[in-house]
């Protein structure tokens, strides 16, 4: 475990996989809602396979965040919610995938109760990446 904790953290990886989490779930959804909007499949499948790749690399994204972890962090209350939210995201990210997933089998649109949960997301992530980024960006 301790070598993984050197790779993360001689890496920067965390940082890196944020990046990709934090891209592809706001572009999912917003594709999802042009999708609905203008009725387009090539837009539907987009916000399809950009949740996709999301839901595969936000659980990466989550365990680097642990093995990130600075001493400094310990009782920073803005780190601390940084970590526990961003973990909870990165779980609740399944149930969000699993309810695209079956309109994806259906060939359908998302609908607006999905549209909802989705921007609830995207803004729990938002919130989530600037406690994160104020904390290492601050302390620079």
């Not at 996989?17 to 572009?27: D, K, M, Q, S």
């Not at 990446?129 to 302390?139: D, I, M, N, R, V």
């Amino acid at each position: 475990m301790e070598i993984l904790r050197q790779f993360v953290n001689a890496t920067k990886l965390h940082p890196i996989l944020v990046n990709f989490t934090a891209a592809l779930i706001p572009f999912s959804v917003f594709s999802d809602c042009l999708a609905k909007y203008k009725k387009n499949i090539f837009l539907r499948e987009t916000g399809w396979w950009a949740l996709l790749c999301a839901t595969v690399v936000t659980p990466l994204t989550a365990a680097a965040g642990w093995l990130f972890w600075m001493k400094d962090d310990n009782g920073v209350l803005g780190m601390t919610i940084h970590k526990w939210l961003g973990t909870s995201l990165a779980i609740l990210l399944f149930g969000l995938f699993y309810s695209r997933h079956r309109l994806h089998r259906q060939q359908k649109f998302v609908n607006s109760f999905y549209i909802a949960i989705a921007i609830i997301f995207v803004l729990a992530l938002i919130v989530q990446g600037h406690l994160g980024g104020s904390q290492t960006y601050s302390s620079m």
